[in-house]
């Protein structure tokens, strides 16, 4: 059975920096392009960034970037996405997606001001 997990979340201050990692088990990492979403309280889930399957192209929403990255390690079947100069609404439970077929459970990020 196909499963994405998150890792990596938490409180962090505003300014701070964190990891959340995404790592997928049986599934064939490699050929899926993948993407974070994320779904603030109260709101519509939406899209942050993407990455192609061999990780050469990114994408990010016009929020995030600048501030997030998103990467990939296909050996180990995991996603990352680092958050530089979190603000406070960027406070949300963060999916990963593999082409909009897969969807984890969501990590929560909380950004304290």
């Known amino acids: 059975q196909v499963r994405l997990e998150e890792s990596g979340g938490g409180l962090v201050q505003a300014g701070a920096s964190l990891r959340l990692s995404c790592t997928a088990t049986?599934?064939?990492?490699?050929?899926?392009?993948m993407a974070w979403f994320r779904q603030a309280p109260g709101k519509e889930r939406e899209f942050v960034c993407a990455i192609t399957r061999d990780g050469s192209r990114t994408s990010y929403s016009d929020s995030v970037k600048g501030r997030f990255t998103i990467s990939r390690d296909n050996p180990k079947s995991t996603m990352y996405l680092q958050l530089n100069s979190p603000k406070p609404e960027d406070t949300a439970v963060y999916y990963c997606n593999a082409e909009n077929r897969f969807w984890g459970q969501g990590t929560q990020v909380t950004v304290s001001s």
């Open positions: 049986e599934i064939f990492f490699a050929i899926y392009d």
